[in-house]
């Protein structure tokens, strides 16, 4: 009997190696990493932590920094047109979608992180410090700003424009705010998520809202952009507009992802939300081993080591 429940026990360790290196070979295949039957459920992995907040921090700073620094500048300096004030946000998102995305999920927007989080694709215990230190990067830049060039003009704060009430730009940021992240959303879904495009999707519609609604309400479409030069240089005015309208829009955004796709929590919302850091690449130098012959290389679509690509 003893021999008999050891070799069952081989073989089921037998059996169950083989299924490893199959299902290794089938992910290959469609060009996963082989790490990934061990790290699929590595979302939740805090090992890099202090790596998204820094990013988050980082890209929200860059974001605040060219909102309010184009119409600072413009007014200290001149030659920087409103076309480009409007547009400049939505191009520096893109390239922080690019190059740090995949660190944090490159949120920068309370309003998006509470959108995944009600989409159950970003877990709620990380949503306070995520908006953290999206206030803390937002803060820093107006400080920078006023050590560079000084208060000048409105300070980069997002107001309500001629003849708008608060009431009124509250509503107009709701609606603005649901077209940001139902593009957010959609990008991020396994249906739209093609690599790059989600980084030209959502900076295009930060352009395209700021090139028509900035005259309205400064289309801020974010809560720290707002509130983050408003307590550098406190300066409160219709500041409940930008609390309330962004996160009333990024409610209403996830209700009609729910319509658009049904619930959340699927691979792709949690990649594009999380990021991939520690699960499908991680910090450090390419490992990738040199073949001493074509015969040795790997084969097609197959990474040796998942080691930051």
């Not at 805090?46 to 990013?55: K, M, P, Q």
């Amino acid at each position: 009997m003893p021999d008999e429940a050891g070799e069952a026990r081989a073989d089921v360790r037998e059996r169950t190696a083989r299924v490893v290196r199959e299902g290794d070979a089938t992910l290959r295949a469609l060009g996963y990493p082989t790490s990934f039957l061990h790290d699929r459920f590595r979302f939740f992995d805090d090992t890099n932590e202090w790596r998204r907040l820094f990013a988050e921090v980082l890209g929200t700073f860059f974001l605040v920094l060219v909102a309010s620094g184009s119409t600072m500048v413009n007014a200290r300096f001149g030659d920087v047109s409103l076309a480009a004030q409007v547009t400049v946000p939505g191009l520096m998102v893109g390239a922080i979608i690019l190059f740090m995305g995949s660190v944090s999920g490159a949120h920068l927007n309370p309003g998006v992180s509470l959108a995944f989080a009600l989409r159950g694709d970003f877990p709620w215990r990380r949503v306070p410090l995520y908006v953290l230190a999206q206030a803390a990067g937002a803060a820093l830049a107006p400080l920078l700003l006023l050590a560079l060039v000084g208060r000048q003009g409105a300070a980069g704060l997002t107001l309500p424009g001629p003849g708008i009430s608060t009431a009124t730009a509250m509503w107009w940021e709701i609606v603005l705010s649901v077209g940001l992240v139902s593009t957010i959303l959609g990008t991020s879904s396994g249906a739209q998520n093609v690599g790059p495009m989600a980084a030209i999707g959502v900076g295009s519609y930060i352009a395209l809202a700021g090139l028509w609604a900035a005259p309205a309400s400064g289309a801020s479409m974010n809560v720290v952009r707002s509130l983050g030069p408003a307590l550098v240089f406190n300066d409160w005015t219709a500041w409940w507009a930008y609390l309330v309208g962004p996160l009333a829009g990024s409610v209403i955004a996830v209700g009609f992802a729910w319509i658009l796709r049904g619930p959340g929590g699927g691979f792709y919302g949690k990649r594009a939300a999380q990021g991939t850091l520690g699960w499908l690449w991680h910090p450090g130098p390419i490992k990738h081993t040199v073949p001493d012959s074509p015969e040795a290389a790997p084969p097609d679509n197959t990474e040796t080591k998942p080691a930051g690509r």
